[in-house]
Structures are given as C-alpha cells and as structure tokens.
C-alpha cells in the first residue's frame, strides 16, 4: 500500500490522472499504545488546505525550518519543523504505481498523515462522496478511488465493558466568540456517545475541574461511574484535578508529550 512519501505545489495527481489510484487509510487492527497504524495510513482531508505530515523518516525531501512554526491543537501546541516531499506507493487496477506530494509540512505533534482535497480540486478535480471516487472535472474519467473502510487505528484504544468507565476530556484553545474570546471543555464517552461541551471565558485549574465535576455527578445520578478518563497534555489541568481523581479513585491515561508536539 504506502511505502514512503513528498511536496510540490498542486502537481499531486499530474501524473497519473487516468489510473484508477487507490488512496484511502488502510483499516488495520492497531491501537495507539501499538504498532501505530496511523503510521501506515493517509487521510484525504477536504477540511484542510495544507498537506501535514508527522514521520521525518517518511520525506525523501526536506528543508529544516531555523524558526518551527506554531500550531494550536487544544490546550498544547504543536510545531511545523519543516517542509519537504514524500513519495507513495500505491496499487492501482493497472498495477503498482508510485506519485510524487510535495509542500508538505512536517508537524510531529500531529498524529495522522493528512492531504488536503483542495490540492486535487486546483487540478480540476472533485470528489463523488457517493462513490467515494475523485473524478476530473473536463472528461469525468477516474482519478482516484477512496478505500471505503473503517480505520480501526484511528478509534480510541478501548471503549470500556460499561457506560462511562473510559471518558475523555479536551479543551478547545481560545476561539472567537459573539462578542468575546471563549474555550470550549468538551467531556466525551465513547461507549455511549454522551458529550457535554462546556463553553467557559478562560481556561483556569478550579473552573476545569469544577466542569468535569459537575459531568461526573451527573453520571453518578444515572448510577454510573468514571473509572478512567483520557486528555492530552492538558496545562490547566494539573494539581487540583489530580487530587479529584486521587479522591474519587480515577485513573488518568495522558497522551505522551511526543504525540503531542512539545
């Protein structure tokens, strides 16, 4: 399927625009904990318009930027290191082929490998959500065809034998609001699909805490409990909100500072 990747401005499908070319993520049996499947597996992203990259290893071309670039993800930041081009491997319904993707940034805080649509809609292109196909726009022939299967990889590791005994938390960085700026603390169970979002006017320890309070007396109203509850490196949730897991007997599962860019 993928073997290695690259960058070059809006030349992604240049050559070879007619081939049936499968470019959908790999579905594999692989958690974040290991064997990474994320690593082996490329989103097509029609929400971005940039070409994000995380595995350095993966680049056969690459220009090291001397000031990295921030990136806001939540609560934590992430860092554009560099930029450079990938090569992929890929099998199409003419045989083995391989493509050139240039201006990709490398950001090993991210932790997919993401290209963005918009690439393929400069080369007169456009996406049949219907049939999962890229087509080209002039003759309507075949660019590309989307591998239309869950990838596992990209759940979360395990969803718990109950309701509400794995939740996750995250807190949405500073957004533009009505008339102010604004976080979001978004509270999430996997196994039920419950959310609660929180729209809060800073980010302070005793308010986040206070929030995932106040979700966690909820569920023990409905006779459940948290027994684990996931985040990412989260800086304002530190001390208090340990001691409220300590209290309460919850576990915490952070995700490694690796992962997250810092």
Known sequence: MIASMVRRKGAIVAEYLQDRE???TVSMKQSFACGRGQDN????????????????????AYKELDNPIEVRTGDTNCFVQGFGSVR???????????IRIDDIRHTPGFHTNNFAYKAFKKRDAYLDGRNNWIRKIKDNSCV??????????????????RLFQWVHID?????PGLSNKRH???????????????????HKQKILV???????????????DIQFVRMDQEAGLQS???????????WQEKNTHRYQGT
């Open 210 to 224: 206070s929030c995932f309070a106040q979700a966690h007396g909820m569920i023990k109203k409905w006779s459940y």
């Open 144 to 161: 590309a065809i989307c591998e239309n299967s869950p990838s596992e990889s990209f759940l979360l590791q395990y969803a718990g034998d």
């Open 171 to 175: 807190l949405i960085h500073e957004e």
């Open 184 to 202: 979001v603390f978004h509270f999430y169970c996997q196994k039920s699909k419950f959310n609660l979002a929180y729209v809060i006017n800073d």
């Open 22 to 24: 499968s470019y959908a």
């Open 88 to 98: 992929l491997a890929i099998k199409t319904d003419k045989g083995p082929r391989s």
């Open 240 to 250: 208090d909100f340990d001691a409220y897991c300590l209290i309460n007997g919850i």
């Open 41 to 60: 597996s490329l989103i097509l992203d029609t929400a971005t318009t940039n070409h994000v990259f995380h595995q350095r290893s993966r680049f056969i």
